[in-house]
């Protein structure tokens, strides 16, 4: 058959069936839905960069236009409720996976040898995470959104000593002006989409290194 | 491969793909449709403009005239000023000539000279007759015409404005 022809002249200079044997076709301790939180935040990743992507289609990050244009996301392009919403609830949604993935590795002590860096850079993911969350959080350039961030870079810059120059290093000066709102986009849409892919990178091959670690026994 | 052969792990893949699959048509389709909206809208807006009234027209005179259209894209408002030349060739009411005055060359607005009996560009020196024809100049094309108009009850000359 031709497909299959196909698929061999691929996997030839590809390796296909190594990398679904590795990646997918791991062998997995004993079947545990906890034990899907990471995949599932995987998932929650790419649906929300792929909305992400299409939002930027009709989003500007200009105090001028930002909130007309979301307005047009909502009301004037086809289907726009629909990538909005995934997007925004799709952000919720995956702070909570993180956070009760972080939960389940902590309670099920996965994070020890050999496995303390996954647990570090996952840390990392963790705060890439709520990062995001905390910059596209203004990008609607509502009242919420404004004040939301002026509290946030409020509390950053009680800091002790560096906490002024914090201040004005997220804000892009002393005021919360266009230059934060373009900086938190620039931070949201390049910055940390960027470190989390290569955590996510790194996070995947220690996974597929190590596997997945059993549940611990009595004797541990 | 019968329904009895059918083992766990095939299951499992089986119903992974199905439900990959319903998820990504259920983005996907949408995604499509709202990348593509903008090109299936009608962007054509039309109207009927009032240019003035018909007794204010002499005939053999070209009347001025202008209006604003307000144009909406996305977020965006525009809005375009329009002008043009409303001449009366004859007595008889619908025996009009209706000019565009924008330059077919680049654009231009154009102006009716009495002096010189034509509209005169002033940005190349392109010289059109009264009917709008070229005389002089580099443009490629005669000015354009508003070809549809109407005269309401009360003798208000009206064009049909269509956006490009």
Known sequence: MILK??????????????????????????GNWWNTLGSASLFLFILQGATGIFLSVYYTPSPDHAYDSIQYIMDGVAFGWLVRGIHHWGATLMVVIVFIHMLRVFVTASFKYPRELTWLIGVGLLLATL????????????????????????????????????????????DLSALTLQRFFAAHIWMLPAVLAGLIGIHLYLIIRHGESHLPTKED | MSEQELSRRDF????TGIVGGII???????????????????????????????????????YPFSFTRVQVNGWERTATSHAGYALRRSEAPNDLLILNSRCTHLACTVNWSETAQAYLCPCHDAKFSSSGDVLDGPPPRPLDRYDEFRLTDDGVLEIYYREA
């Open chain 1, 5 to 30: 022809k196909l698929y061999n002249w691929l996997d030839e200079r590809l390796g296909l069936k190594g990398i679904y044997d590795n990646i997918l076709d791991r062998p997995e301790p004993r």
């Open chain 1, 131 to 174: 990062g995001m969350g905390f910059t596209g959080y203004l990008l609607p350039w509502n009242q919420r959104a404004y004040w939301a961030t002026t509290v946030g870079t409020q509390i950053a810059g009680t800091v002790p000593l560096i906490g002024e120059f914090i201040l004005k290093a997220l804000r892009g000066g002393t």
């Open chain 2, 12 to 15: 499992i893949k089986v119903t």
């Open chain 2, 24 to 62: 990504g048509a259920v983005v996907g389709l949408p995604a499509v449709y709202y990348l593509i909206d903008p090109a299936l809208k009608s962007g054509g807006k039309e109207a009927w403009i009032p240019v003035g009234k018909l007794e204010d027209m002499e005939v053999g005179k070209p």
